[in-house]
């Protein structure tokens, strides 16, 4: 598979469309269960206030991966994601409320580079907080 978008359409500051990505307790249920990671701090409330969190939190892994889905389902090939990198500045916090909550996602082409590539640039926010920063993807388009 290769990408859909052509290199010599897009151009700096294309606005990738935004999405927005619900999370539940159940959806860090699923999640634990599929990465093996069973942290506490991502399933038990008491636990996670215990050790100082406001809340349960989102597996930072998972905000990650839900973040990258704006840039593969533009592209059209998640393999055109040659590189991705993120620092995680704030928790997702969780609450057991039957919503549970919003990870808001915009990216951007920031820069062109060689051999087809281009830089994009992520902003993931949650409850009106930067959850990722200095999240970038490097993708090889068509």
């Not at 993120?86 to 919003?102: C, E, H, I, Q, S």
């Not at 087809?116 to 902003?123: A, G, I, P």
């Not at 930067?130 to 068509?142: E, N, P, Q, Y």
Request: with cysteine; charged share 20%.
């Amino acid at each position: 598979m290769t990408a859909k978008i052509a290199y010599d359409e897009v151009e700096v500051g294309t606005e990738l469309p935004a999405q927005t990505f619900p999370v539940s307790r159940a959806t860090l249920v699923r999640y634990a269960g599929a990465s093996g990671d069973f942290n506490p701090i991502h399933w038990n409330e008491k636990f996670a206030v215990e050790v100082g969190l406001p809340d349960v939190i989102a597996h930072g892994m998972f905000t990650m991966a839900e973040a990258i889905r704006v840039v593969t389902d533009w592209a059209g090939d998640p393999a055109a994601v040659v590189e991705y990198g993120v620092r995680f500045t704030k928790p997702v916090v969780v609450p057991n409320d039957g919503t549970g909550a919003l990870i808001e996602v915009s990216a951007k082409v920031a820069a062109k580079l060689d051999d087809q590539h281009v830089r994009v640039d992520l902003t993931a926010m949650c409850a009106g907080q930067k959850v990722l920063g200095m999240s970038r993807a490097v993708v090889r388009l068509a």
